[in-house]
């Protein structure tokens, strides 16, 4: 079985420019999770997505959107990148709801300069 | 509001030594707790998981953890490691109905020759 596969696995940008980040989840599951890993942090929740629904987000601005396609995978967008949104992205995903454990991607390193 | 503590940024052992990462969570009710490790560079592998019935739980490479409900506590054991042990541990929780995890901050264990 495939795990959950992430794109691209680094991305530079500029300041002010807009990210995007992919996410497959394993075939059968319907949530796809974002979490943020900047250094030092550990991971802060950034969105949940079930079915294509947006179910939750974290306390982020609104800048950091993203959505889910019929075939369950998902995208993260981040507009007007700021330094401090340099950080390891990962994505994750599970059978539908419920407290199962999350399966994890290897996540997109974004650096903004 | 979930919540977890790792009181250990860092843990630094000898090969072959004893290992226990400490894991503290903030919840009213019965939690679903869980153990992950993360290699430089990777995503997070799913060590071990508790949701109900024997306390103590064993895991993938030889790992185990207890949980101690009058302690809040979620301890990760291992009886001798490995210099492949080598990694971020992250605890994480769950709450029924919020479908969430929470994340601590993580471990670094650095295992020496």
């Known amino acids: 079985e495939a795990g959950v596969t992430q794109s691209p696995t680094h991305l530079i940008k500029t300041r002010g420019q807009q990210a995007t980040l992919r996410c497959s989840p394993i075939s059968g599951h319907t949530s796809v999770y974002w979490y943020q890993q900047a250094l030092g942090l550990g991971l802060q929740f950034l969105l949940w997505?079930?079915?294509?629904?947006?179910?939750n987000r974290g306390n982020f601005p609104p800048r950091f959107s993203g959505r889910q396609f019929p075939n369950y995978s998902s995208e993260l967008n981040v507009n007007a990148l700021e330094l401090e949104d340099s950080a390891l992205y990962l994505c994750?995903?599970?059978?539908?709801?419920?407290?199962?454990?999350?399966?994890f991607g290897n996540g997109t390193r974004l650096t903004v300069t | 509001a979930q919540s977890v503590t790792q009181p250990d940024i860092h843990i630094t052992v000898s090969e072959g030594a004893s290992l226990e990462l400490r894991c503290n969570y903030s919840y009213g009710a019965t939690p679903y707790l869980f153990w992950y490790v993360q290699s430089p560079g990777q995503g997070l592998q799913l060590l071990l998981k508790y949701f109900s019935g024997d306390t103590l739980v064993q895991g993938i490479k030889g790992f185990e953890a207890e949980f101690k409900r009058s302690q809040s506590s979620f301890n990760l054991r291992k009886p001798s490691v490995h210099w492949s042990d080598a990694a971020e541990y992250f605890c994480a929780v769950g709450e029924t109905g919020s479908y969430i995890p929470t994340f601590g901050r993580g471990t670094s264990l650095i295992v020496h020759p």
């Open positions: 997505y079930d079915e294509g629904e947006e179910r």
């Open positions: 994750a995903s599970r059978r539908g709801g419920g407290n199962s454990p999350l399966h």
